[in-house]
Nanobody, 126 residues
């Protein structure tokens, strides 16, 4: 299971750090990702850590502002979000790839992931 936390209501320009706690899977060998979904919109890719490597991927809209990281000893993944904007408002989901060896582009697709957390709300508003 995956449990996302750390969301909240912040003003534009503020920072938040999301956490994703994993259990019941071999976290250290899993690919991990963050997606978000705003009301009335499709779920969109935010960032990912490729399985078995230190490679990271970011959506263009968050590149330079968000940083993804993992702590295998704690079975946790993080998303540090800086310079938040109103358009970052969404429910943020963490997800895990546990089998196979997807190519880079696959990490951008929700269908690649096997497990999903319940989501945490991030609201950026003045």
């Amino acid at each position: 299971q995956l449990q996302a936390s750390g969301g909240g209501l912040v003003q534009p320009g503020a920072s938040l750090r999301l956490s994703c706690s994993a259990s019941g899977l071999t976290f250290s060998s899993s690919g991990m990702g963050w997606f978000r979904q705003a009301p009335g919109k499709e779920r969109e890719f935010v960032s990912a850590l490729r399985k078995g490597t230190f490679m990271t991927y970011y959506a263009n809209s968050v590149k330079g502002r968000f940083t993804i990281a993992r702590d295998n000893a704690k079975n946790e993944m993080y998303l540090q979000m800086n310079s938040l904007r109103p358009e970052d408002t969404a429910v943020y989901y963490c997800a895990a790839v546990v089998t196979g060896n997807p190519i880079s582009s696959a990490y951008f697709r929700p269908s690649t992931y096997h497990y999903w957390g319940q989501g945490t709300q991030v609201t950026v508003s003045s």
